[in-house]
């Protein structure tokens, strides 16, 4: 179920997910998703946002927060706030990758990690050019085994 649903969401490409996501915003319906209001469904939605990054770092491309958001919102019913989309993309990474995966997530206006990547990097010892490190994602999720 989980590589459909990664799979779904890359075949949306990043504009009409940005679209269905801001269609989710705008829902006064949907409720609201973040690590501490809402515990349990914020770790499905980490599993689910790792999971369609997985996808993309395996196909050598990379994905922007729209997506993310759509994989959130598909795996617990709930939008993700303004504030915690950060939060999201760098909740994807795992100590035991070897490389940090969210450098493959990019804002779809500028084509260019958030704003609060590289610092958040350079904390976790990446230091290297953002092209490095998303070579690097690539590189070791074209090559991992499938889980």
């Not at 998703?33 to 990054?53: C, E, F, H």
């Not at 395996?58 to 939060?87: C, F, P, S, W």
Request: hydrophobic share 40%.
């Amino acid at each position: 179920m989980a590589a459909e649903r990664a799979a779904e969401i890359l075949a949306m490409g990043s504009e009409d997910a940005g679209r269905v996501a801001q269609t989710i915003d705008r829902d006064d319906s949907v409720p609201w998703l973040g690590p501490i209001a809402t515990p349990g469904q914020w770790s499905d939605a980490v599993v689910a946002a790792r999971q369609v990054t997985i996808a993309a770092a395996r196909q050598g491309r990379t994905i922007t927060y729209g997506e993310l958001r759509v994989a959130a919102y598909k795996a617990t019913g709930m939008k993700v706030g303004h504030n915690q989309y950060a939060d999201l993309a760098m909740a994807v990474n795992s100590g035991d990758d070897g490389c940090l995966l969210s450098a493959i997530i990019l804002e779809k206006g500028s084509g260019e990690p958030g704003g609060g990547f590289l610092p958040y990097a350079r904390d976790q010892g990446f230091d290297e050019p953002v092209a490095t490190l998303q070579r690097r994602v690539h590189e070791h999720f074209r090559d991992a085994p499938v889980t």
